[in-house]
């Protein structure tokens, strides 16, 4: 469907008329908020919803629609919204004060909890967000070798600060991207994550590489997933070649297995960021990895090493209420078979996806891993089998390259008209309390979905 039609589309008609509290404020917004938005990804044409309240694996919207939810809060909630552990946790806490200024047991807990879940932290640092976490990272990485430069791979997101702007959702071709210094992206090199072998290639030629960071689902938490025996070969390359490993776990970790991605596939990186999930849903982040890295912050292990003690502040650093809403959230993945529910749910989703597109004769592929669910639209029409998909062999430019927006707001906008909310990707983030009433709900709006798509000439191929 032509974009200058969308306005006449009976899918946006049914939308607009479901959603006229959220196009008030998002008028409202506007004026005040550039898009009217705080997060690019939150995009959504005509206008997005705006949301009152949740709870467990559901929100609702302005005008008070009841909506299955995959946002997930951008992945942080594996336990769904205000889950009862994590309220009791948190309005205790808040009666004690939510910043002491000072350093308290339930940091030291919390990062007790992160030793034990994840294979590599055997030391830990909070920072505010999964952003942080990755300068942090990447100036740990700098400093412990010395040397000045950092690979990363094309599509793969680290947060928003200059070092890691260019390549992840625009700049492809690794341009610096306006606002940013040249030389702050000539300091990381992109590479493609398609093929291991020209990274074994570059890892080898250069003596430069202070480390190399990776999204170890693949780009954008599995969107482009990484040929099998990837993440294990840049493992021996980086080892052998003097270059530290930082796998960004801000989505997979305490989601892709209790132990993170690292623990899933049992490859252990030397230093890990995270975010979203280890604070429990509330802000906070934190970076993880060797004692022997970590401790670079530590002023007396600095010295005793014969290096340069590095500085870290940031006001809110294991923040109380996040330290709580952490505390409950990280017990309960340790002690119960959290990411497993998930991740058998996102089963089900998937499977039942599949079964629909393949019903409705649709060319999309569906796929994922762990807790997740992704969606190919398939915008430039290949001749594809969704019974017989295979994502990796797309690769980057065949999956995130070739991305239409225009249909991931269309898919959006039909899915929540019919109850559910996806994220933009298109895809979702699933929790441990989303159950069978959830997943056929999801079903009976993605086949309705689906089949609107159809009427109005949105599938192509
Ligand atoms: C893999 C990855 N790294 C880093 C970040 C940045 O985290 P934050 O939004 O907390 O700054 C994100 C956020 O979505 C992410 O998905």
């Known amino acids: 469907m032509a974009n200058d039609a969308l306005t006449n589309s009976p899918i946006e008609a049914g939308y607009r008329a ?16 550039p898009a009217g938005l705080t997060h690019d990804s939150r995009t959504l044409l005509p206008y997005p919803i705006h949301v009152e309240r949740a709870q467990g694996p559901r929100k609702w919207d302005a005008d008070g629609n009841e909506l299955v939810d995959y946002f ?10 205000a889950h009862p552990a994590l309220v009791e946790a948190v309005t205790r806490q808040i009666s004690r004060g ?21 294979p590599c932290a055997e030391r830990v640092r909070f920072t505010a967000s999964g952003t942080e976490a990755t300068h942090l990272a990447m100036r740990l990485m700098r400093a412990f070798t010395g040397k000045s430069r950092v690979v990363r791979f094309v599509g793969h997101f680290h947060g928003w ?113 995270l975010a979203k999930i280890v ?28 290096r340069e003690k590095i500085a870290h502040q940031g006001t809110y650093n294991a923040n109380p209420l996040a330290a709580a809403a952490a505390i409950a959230t990280l017990s309960l993945i340790e002690s119960e078979d959290i990411c497993e529910r998930a ?14 597109v393949i019903e409705e004769g649709v060319p999309w592929g569906i796929y994922g891993e762990a807790s997740t669910f992704q969606i190919f639209q398939n915008p430039k029409g290949i001749a594809l089998d969704p019974a017989t998909f295979d994502a990796v062999k797309l690769g980057f430019a065949g999956l995130k390259g070739v991305k239409d927006a225009t249909l991931a707001h269309r898919l959006r906008i039909a899915m929540i008209s019919n109850g559910v909310d996806i ?35 949105d599938i192509r191929g």
């Open 18 to 33: 479901l959603t006229g509290r959220s196009a008030e404020l998002d008028l409202r917004s506007r004026k005040v908020i």
């Open 72 to 81: 997930g809060g951008h992945g942080a909630l594996i336990l769904g919204h």
């Open 98 to 118: 939510t910043h002491w200024g000072a350093c308290h047991e339930p940091e030291v807990q919390w990062a007790e909890l992160i030793n034990r879940l994840l």
């Open 161 to 273: 600060h200059d070092q890691v702007a260019a390549g992840s959702n625009s700049h492809f071709d690794g341009g610096t991207p306006a606002g940013v210094l040249g030389g702050i992206t000539d300091a990381t090199i992109l590479m493609s994550a398609d093929e291991i072998e020209p990274v074994e290639a570059l890892l080898a030629q250069r003596d430069d590489i202070a480390g190399v960071m990776i999204e170890p689902s693949g780009a954008g938490w599995g969107q482009v997933p990484l040929k099998p025996g990837f993440l294990a070969r840049l493992r021996a390359a980086t080892t052998k070649n003097g270059a530290l490993l930082m796998f960004d776990e801000v989505v997979t970790g305490f989601r892709w297995s209790r132990g993170g991605a690292q623990g899933r596939y049992g490859i252990t990186p030397d230093i890990a960021a």
């Open 279 to 306: 604070a429990g849903g509330l802000p906070g982040g934190a970076v993880a990895g060797r004692a022997d890295i970590l401790d670079q912050l530590d002023s007396a292990a600095a010295k005793s090493a014969g």
């Open 343 to 356: 991740e058998r749910t996102a089963g089900e989703i998937r499977d039942g996806m599949r079964r629909i």
């Open 423 to 457: 994220m933009g990707s298109p895809g979702g983030l699933v929790s441990a309390v989303h159950g069978p009433t959830e997943v056929t709900r999801t079903l009976e709006a993605f086949g309705k979905s689906v089949r609107a798509m159809k009427a109005e000439g």
